[in-house]
T-cell receptor, first 115, second 113 residues
Framework: AQSVTQLGSHVSVSEGALVLLRCNYS??????LFWYVQYPNQGLQLLLK??????LVKGINGFEAEFKKSETSFHLTKPSAHMSDAAEYFCAVTFGYNQGGKLIFGQGTELSVKP | DAGVTQSPTHLIKTRGQHVTLRCSPISGHKSVSWYQQVLGQGPQFIFQ???????GRGNFPDRFSARQFPNYSSELNVNALLLGDSALYLC????????????FGPGTRLTVT
């Protein structure tokens, strides 16, 4: 079955520290991968996506992620955390071009940033 | 440019009632997807509509139904509400059926008492 797993429901970092949020997927077909951020009482905003091509993807607000097929992973990183990065982060995947509207989300990782 | 809009923002219903949630996609977007987000969990896919036809359905009971209108706006209907239907209902639009960026609305918070 196709699924997405986010390791760690809560991650806490200090301001200026590296942010690493982990995402692994399970699929027998090539995935399309996404990271979304959700601030309290708001909808989801796309940070970045991987569809084809370069496996290192850069997104908004200094985030990036690398698609590693051999590890079935798509971890999200940011070199230096900012207080404004505190939010809920969701990894999502879709399989097959015609399944593009059906995103499968992970359980989410809440990121806290300490001053 | 206006983003995805949803109405109402909040509503409270009683068990057994019916509810209709509405979504207006970004202008030019022909695909609308609906998701249910229970507190503390990731969104779960309910439906996708593209060009006014259902193109995908998630693992939800038949009490859930949807439709898309000629102007590409969409409605999500839920009959015979249960306490477990309490959630944030998110609508997302995209330009097409493929793996394009989905733009999410702010959601409708449904509370069933």
């Amino acid at each position: 079955a196709q699924s997405v797993t986010q390791l760690g429901s809560h991650v806490s970092v200090s301001e200026g520290a590296l942010v690493l949020l982990r995402c692994n997927y399970s699929s027998s077909v090539p995935p399309y991968l996404f990271w979304y951020v959700q601030y309290p009482n708001q909808g989801l905003q796309l940070l970045l996506k991987y569809t084809t091509g370069a496996t290192l993807v850069k997104g908004i607000n200094g985030f990036e992620a690398e698609f590693k097929k051999s590890e079935t992973s798509f971890h999200l990183t940011k070199p230096s955390a900012h207080m404004s990065d505190a939010a809920e982060y969701f990894c999502a995947v879709t399989f097959g071009y015609n399944q593009g509207g059906k995103l499968i989300f992970g359980q989410g990782t809440e990121l806290s940033v300490k001053p | 440019d206006a983003g995805v809009t949803q109405s109402p923002t909040h509503l409270i219903k009683t068990r057994g009632q019916h509810v209709t949630l509405r979504c207006s996609p970004i202008s030019g977007h022909k695909s609308v997807s609906w998701y249910q987000q229970v507190l503390g969990q990731g969104p779960q896919f309910i439906f996708q509509y593209y060009e006014k036809e259902e193109r995908g359905r998630g693992n939800f009971p038949d009490r859930f139904s949807a439709r898309q209108f000629p102007n590409y706006s969409s409605e999500l209907n839920v009959n015979a509400l249960l306490l477990g239907d309490s959630a944030l209902y998110l609508c997302a639009s995209s330009v097409g059926q493929g793996p394009y960026e989905q733009y999410f609305g702010p959601g409708t918070r449904l509370t069933v008492t």
